[in-house]
């Protein structure tokens, strides 16, 4: 029923008028919108552009006074329904439109009608078009404010009244026409119910509801063939069935607030009650059966598969609500769950049918296959959604024969009955242990399916089947050991599926990060014993005295609970998403404000969650503008919290790796760098300062160093120079001679990326080089990465050269610069190659200059360095004497006589 308004993406608007002025001083959106003229605001918007010149009169004056044709009436009513899905501006203003809903609904939705006196009659006005009760549907849909309009000020009740009751055979209309205006009469009623309105009217409808709800049951008998349009109506009849039993199902709720709540606001108690919908249990428990017991027949079979769904989810409604009412019966809810189970539920599960359709998730996935997703991109930017009928007919999820509804709703309702009824969970064990169930999540996991409004609404339903196959598994994994054999499968399904949900999806997102994603349970690593350990064992830190990794992970293990805890306090500034999701799906109708989602702008989490908390804290420290500042005293429970998102950081680089391939390491980096940042101490903290260590370690592992490009800026970052800039100003400020940090200072000064970095240090920071003492053997970086290939930089080499000559530069202080310097100087002054005369001039000053040294150590270091050597004291290795090329060189320039290597 939720669906995402058909929001263009945002554009940024041009903000140049605005720079330098003050906040106060600066236009609002609103008055930049007024500004621009109608073309402009139709090429981005073309809705928006429509409404801006006035496009609703001119229609309501076609309908009104032109009364054109069939055709065209029916492409108004169209487009008004696509301005209904714009957004709840859009519809609020279609209501608005003095006259348009009360021409609309007076003249397509009228109380009575003279029978249509050919199949295509040749007007419109004074017959009943299904179209216009869809467009009050969609008005409905966006609000339950334009739901209480359209029943009350426009005469709503009074049509639903009127095509609920009768039946579409006797409406003296063409048949698929009769059959099209009550299914849309229904789902208008269900819209209406999904607020908790309208309920008077269920109670005053319901002999004829139950009439049309018993009469389901022929269709699943019938042995003649049915078509689908002739299924609408039940479906349509049980989702509002099911609107209303979670309406009466808050009643008691209601009811207890409004008495406790002296005087504070709350919605008032709903006219239904429970009483008023348990006899529709027993109807719908039979016609359920009968579907199930039709997949047998091969004529009854697809009537079946397209009902059950219907049937499975209103049984869900009524355990969720039944167990919450103060007339509960637990032994004998139970038993009914007991019977429900082995009657139904079980054969379904086992069916052939069912194996049918759970062979068909890996193939129709849109998560699996990107070439589905990347198809559903929008046509035209300005107009989303303007081809979704091609995907509906084109796409094998979308359509009647989609593998999604009936495995989404059976999972609803065994994560609601094995809630209540806990000695069933294991019996359920073979819907997830199936090979096609197992091989469809196996390609779920590094899948990164693009969404766009075409493919969104179904991405939301497969997000959906994933989310209750996960919870599921977890409640399986505890007691059943073939499912715990894939325990891991299903924890990285979830992180996958974590940073998947989109807006509207909260409530699923809180609940995998409370139950699933940080459970133990799920993570049987931790517990599996020595060869995992002894593997862990060989990634310890070259520091004996820190804890191995193992070591680390075994606490992080530990703290899973309040890393969890940790994660979810810094995702509170969602509360009001969550509880507006959880109402969506949890069905507290009366709490619903509208079934049109927040506008779809990407996942409802970024892709880089693991690392929140630290971002926070940074932002909270008021440093995401430039860095560089020295915080005295963090915010309590920063040092613990920080701690909590480096364990969880650990487990995910450790055992789910590919949780983490949508960040790249540049990201990665950035993200890492906040711990030095946020405070003058916090990267001091030993339990901050061992992971940390740990972290980037394996961000410096070979293959994650060729993956890491300096040179693309960082999500949210302008350059990677910019916050590298501000961990300069950082480390001069507070580093006082970290290893850890230094080695963070060290990482972008090789060679491969930009020059720029080096400058800086040896330009404007050369007095870090005092504390930059980060020993050679503690550098996980191969030294060669600094020094090859040979620098080019002319200005850089003769900073170089100045910090070494002035003592700036000493292997005591830098031994890693040191060696650089000095193996880039030694590679520039007696090089052979042709360059250009300045440099040609500039290498052989470096050359006569170095001759002339009084300082003999450095002097001999230029002269006999040989290669880079990480591990020996030095960090490099010398000739004995200069080699014979070098003293040919040096004799040329210099002008004496050196023989025999020796001066």
């Given at each position: 029923?939720?669906?995402?308004?058909?929001?263009?993406?945002?554009?940024?608007?041009?903000?140049?008028?605005?720079?330098?002025?003050?906040?106060?001083?600066?236009?609002?959106?609103?008055?930049?919108?007024?500004?621009?003229?109608?073309?402009?605001?139709?090429?981005?918007?073309?809705?928006?552009?429509?409404?801006?010149?006035?496009?609703?009169?001119?229609?309501?004056?076609?309908?009104?006074?032109?009364?054109?044709?069939?055709?065209?009436?029916?492409?108004?009513?169209?487009?008004?329904?696509?301005?209904?899905?714009?957004?709840?501006?859009?519809?609020?203003?279609?209501?608005?439109?003095?006259?348009?809903?009360?021409?609309?609904?007076?003249?397509?939705?009228?109380?009575?009608?003279?029978?249509?006196?050919?199949?295509?009659?040749?007007?419109?006005?004074?017959?009943?078009?299904?179209?216009?009760?869809?467009?009050?549907?969609?008005?409905?849909?966006?609000?339950?404010?334009?739901?209480?309009?359209?029943?009350?000020?426009?005469?709503?009740?009074?049509?639903?009244?009127?095509?609920?009751?009768?039946?579409?055979?006797?409406?003296?209309?063409?048949?698929?026409?009769?059959?099209?205006?009550?299914?849309?009469?229904?789902?208008?009623?269900?819209?209406?119910?999904?607020?908790?309105?309208?309920?008077?009217?269920?109670?005053?409808?319901?002999?004829?509801?139950?009439?049309?709800?018993?009469?389901?049951?022929?269709?699943?008998?019938?042995?003649?063939?049915?078509?689908?349009?002739?299924?609408?109506p039940i479906r349509a009849l049980l989702v509002l069935l099911t609107q209303v039993t979670q309406t009466a199902g808050c009643h008691e709720e209601l009811q207890r607030d409004l008495v406790s709540a002296q005087g504070a606001e709350c919605p008032p108690p709903p006219p239904v009650v429970w009483s008023h919908v348990t006899g529709l249990q027993p109807t719908v428990i039979s016609?359920?059966?009968?579907?199930?017991?039709?997949?047998?027949?091969?004529?009854?079979?697809?009537?079946?598969?397209?009902?059950?769904?219907?049937?499975?989810?209103?049984?869900?409604?009524?355990?969720?609500?039944?167990?919450?009412?103060?007339?509960?019966?637990?032994?004998?809810?139970?038993?009914?769950?007991?019977?429900?189970?082995?009657?139904?539920?079980?054969?379904?599960?086992?069916?052939?049918?069912?194996?049918?359709?759970?062979?068909?998730?890996?193939?129709?996935?849109?998560?699996?296959?990107?070439?589905?997703?990347?198809?559903?991109?929008?046509?035209?930017?300005?107009?989303?959604?303007?081809?979704?009928?091609?995907?509906?007919?084109?796409?094998?999820?979308?359509?009647?024969?989609?593998?999604?509804?009936?495995?989404?709703?059976?999972?609803?309702?065994?994560?609601?009955?094995?809630?209540?009824?806990?000695?069933?969970?294991?019996?359920?064990?073979?819907?997830?242990?199936?090979?096609?169930?197992?091989?469809?999540?196996?390609?779920?996991?590094?899948?990164?399916?693009?969404?766009?409004?075409?493919?969104?609404?179904?991405?939301?339903?497969?997000?959906?089947?994933?989310?209750?196959?996960?919870?599921?598994?977890?409640?399986?994994?505890?007691?059943?050991?073939?499912?715990?054999?894939?325990?891991?499968?299903?924890?990285?399904?979830?992180?996958?599926?974590?940073?998947?949900?989109?807006?509207?999806?909260?409530?699923?997102?809180?609940?995998?990060?409370?139950?699933?994603?940080?459970?133990?349970?799920?993570?049987?690593?931790?517990?599996?014993?020595?060869?995992?350990?002894?593997?862990?064992?060989?990634?310890?830190?070259?520091?004996?005295?820190?804890?191995?990794?193992?070591?680390?992970?075994?606490?992080?293990?530990?703290?899973?609970?309040?890393?969890?805890?940790?994660?979810?306090?810094?995702?509170?500034?969602?509360?009001?998403?969550?509880?507006?999701?959880?109402?969506?799906?949890?069905?507290?109708?009366?709490?619903?404000?509208?079934?049109?989602?927040?506008?779809?702008?990407?996942?409802?989490?970024?892709?880089?969650?693991?690392?929140?908390?630290?971002?926070?804290?940074?932002?909270?420290?008021?440093?995401?503008?430039?860095?560089?500042?020295?915080?005295?005293?963090?915010?309590?429970?920063?040092?613990?919290?920080?701690?909590?998102?480096?364990?969880?950081?650990?487990?995910?680089?450790?055992?789910?790796?590919?949780?983490?391939?949508?960040?790249?390491?540049?990201?990665?980096?950035?993200?890492?760098?906040?711990?030095?940042?946020?405070?003058?101490?916090?990267?001091?903290?030993?339990?901050?300062?061992?992971?940390?260590?740990?972290?980037?370690?394996?961000?410096?592992?070979?293959?994650?160093?060729?993956?890491?490009?300096?040179?693309?800026?960082?999500?949210?970052?302008?350059?990677?120079?910019?916050?590298?800039?501000?961990?300069?100003?950082?480390?001069?400020?507070?580093?006082?001679?970290?290893?850890?940090?230094?080695?963070?200072?060290?990482?972008?000064?090789?060679?491969?990326?930009?020059?720029?970095?080096?400058?800086?240090?040896?330009?404007?920071?050369?007095?870090?080089?005092?504390?930059?003492?980060?020993?050679?053997?503690?550098?996980?970086?191969?030294?060669?990465?600094?020094?090859?290939?040979?620098?080019?930089?002319?200005?850089?080499?003769?900073?170089?050269?100045?910090?070494?000559?002035?003592?700036?530069?000493?292997?005591?202080?830098?031994?890693?610069?040191?060696?650089?310097?000095?193996?880039?100087?030694?590679?520039?002054?007696?090089?052979?190659?042709?360059?250009?005369?300045?440099?040609?001039?500039?290498?052989?000053?470096?050359?006569?200059?170095?001759?002339?040294?009084?300082?003999?150590?450095?002097?001999?270091?230029?002269?006999?360095?040989?290669?880079?050597?990480?591990?020996?004291?030095?960090?490099?290795?010398?000739?004995?004497?200069?080699?014979?090329?070098?003293?040919?060189?040096?004799?040329?320039?210099?002008?004496?006589?050196?023989?025999?290597?020796?001066?």
């Amino acid at each position: 029923m939720a669906t995402f308004p058909l929001l263009p993406t945002a554009q940024e608007d041009e903000d140049e008028d605005d720079e330098g002025l003050d906040e106060t001083m600066k236009e609002t959106t609103k008055e930049k919108e007024e500004k621009k003229t109608d073309h402009d605001v139709a090429r981005q918007d073309v809705v928006k552009g429509f409404l801006k010149m006035q496009g609703l009169p001119r229609l309501r004056y076609i309908l009104e006074v032109v009364r054109p044709s069939p055709r065209v009436v029916l492409d108004i009513l169209e487009v008004l329904i696509r301005i209904a899905r714009h957004s709840t501006a859009a519809a609020t203003q279609i209501l608005d439109c003095p006259r348009l809903m009360n021409t609309v609904i007076a003249e397509f939705l009228p109380c009575s009608w003279a029978p249509a006196t050919s199949q295509a009659p040749s007007s419109l006005y004074g017959l009943p078009v299904a179209l216009a009760m869809k467009l009050l549907r969609v008005l409905a849909s966006a609000g339950r404010h334009a739901c209480a309009r359209i029943l009350n000020s426009l005469g709503g009740k009074e049509v639903l009244s009127r095509f609920v009751v009768v039946e579409p055979s006797e409406m003296l209309l063409e048949a698929g026409e009769a059959l099209r205006c009550s299914t849309e009469a229904l789902r208008l009623f269900a819209v209406a119910a999904s607020y908790g309105q309208a309920c008077n009217l269920y109670t005053d409808l319901y002999p004829v509801l139950v009439k049309r709800l018993q009469a389901g049951n022929w269709w699943c008998a019938s042995s003649e063939a049915v078509l689908p349009l002739e299924l609408d109506p039940i479906r349509a009849l049980l989702v509002l069935l099911t609107q209303v039993t979670q309406t009466a199902g808050c009643h008691e709720e209601l009811q207890r607030d409004l008495v406790s709540a002296q005087g504070a606001e709350c919605p008032p108690p709903p006219p239904v009650v429970w009483s008023h919908v348990t006899g529709l249990q027993p109807t719908v428990i039979s016609s359920l059966k009968g579907c199930v017991r039709a997949l047998d027949g091969p004529a009854q079979m697809s009537s079946a598969l397209i009902l059950l769904p219907s049937y499975l989810l209103y049984m869900e409604a009524y355990y969720s609500q039944l167990c919450v009412q103060s007339s509960f019966q637990p032994v004998q809810c139970l038993q009914e769950l007991e019977s429900l189970t082995s009657d139904v539920l079980l054969p379904l599960i086992s069916h052939q049918a069912m194996q049918n359709i759970t062979s068909c998730f890996r193939s129709s996935s849109m998560i699996c296959n990107p070439r589905l997703s990347a198809a559903g991109g929008d046509v035209v930017s300005s107009l989303p959604g303007l081809d979704c009928s091609r995907m509906k007919t084109t796409s094998t999820i979308a359509g009647l024969n989609s593998p999604l509804p009936l495995p989404t709703a059976l999972l609803y309702l065994l994560n609601t009955i094995t809630s209540i009824h806990k000695g069933l969970i294991k019996k359920f064990s073979p819907l997830i242990l199936s090979d096609s169930v197992l091989s469809y999540l196996r390609s779920c996991i590094g899948a990164m399916p693009s969404v766009s409004h075409m493919s969104a609404w179904i991405l939301c339903h497969e997000h959906h089947l994933l989310y209750l196959l996960l919870r599921l598994a977890h409640k399986l994994v505890s007691v059943d050991p073939e499912v715990a054999k894939h325990a891991t499968l299903f924890h990285q399904v979830s992180l996958a599926l974590v940073s998947w949900l989109l807006p509207g999806s909260e409530y699923q997102a809180h609940e995998l990060m409370s139950v699933v994603t940080f459970s133990h349970s799920l993570l049987p690593e931790g517990v599996c014993g020595e060869p995992e350990m002894a593997a862990l064992a060989e990634l310890q830190l070259k520091d004996r005295t820190s804890p191995t990794v193992g070591a680390l992970l075994r606490d992080a293990l530990h703290h899973l609970p309040s890393i969890r805890g940790c994660y979810l306090t810094h995702l509170a500034h969602m509360e009001s998403s969550v509880l507006s999701s959880r109402d969506r799906y949890l069905g507290r109708t009366p709490f619903v404000s509208s079934h049109l989602l927040p506008e779809l702008t990407g996942p409802s989490l970024p892709s880089d969650w693991p690392f929140l908390p630290l971002i926070s804290l940074y932002e909270r420290m008021g440093l995401s503008a430039g860095g560089g500042h020295q915080v005295e005293s963090l915010p309590a429970g920063s040092v613990q919290s920080v701690t909590n998102c480096l364990q969880w950081l650990l487990v995910l680089e450790s055992w789910r790796e590919q949780a983490l391939t949508a960040v790249p390491p540049v990201a990665k980096l950035a993200r890492l760098a906040c711990v030095f940042l946020c405070s003058s101490d916090l990267f001091l903290e030993r339990p901050v300062q061992e992971l940390t260590w740990v972290l980037f370690r394996r961000l410096t592992r070979p293959a994650q160093l060729e993956a890491l490009d300096l040179g693309s800026p960082p999500p949210g970052l302008a350059s990677f120079h910019d916050l590298y800039s501000a961990l300069l100003a950082q480390y001069e400020a507070v580093s006082f001679g970290d290893p850890l940090f230094g080695c963070f200072m060290l990482l972008p000064l090789q060679r491969c990326y930009s020059v720029t970095m080096r400058l800086a240090v040896f330009g404007e920071h050369v007095g870090m080089l005092r504390s930059l003492g980060v020993p050679l053997q503690q550098l996980p970086i191969p030294l060669e990465k600094f020094t090859s290939p040979m620098e080019d930089s002319l200005p850089l080499l003769r900073l170089y050269f100045r910090a070494l000559v002035t003592g700036a530069l000493k292997r005591s202080w830098c031994p890693v610069l040191y060696v650089v310097a000095v193996a880039h100087l030694n590679a520039f002054i007696f090089s052979q190659d042709a360059v250009a005369e300045e440099v040609e001039a500039a290498c052989r000053s470096l050359l006569r200059k170095t001759y002339y040294l009084t300082d003999e150590v450095l002097k001999n270091h230029l002269l006999l360095f040989q290669l880079p050597q990480q591990n020996s004291e030095l960090g490099f290795s010398t000739y004995e004497q200069l080699p014979p090329i070098r003293a040919r060189r040096l004799e040329s320039i210099v002008g004496t006589e050196v023989k025999g290597g020796e001066k």
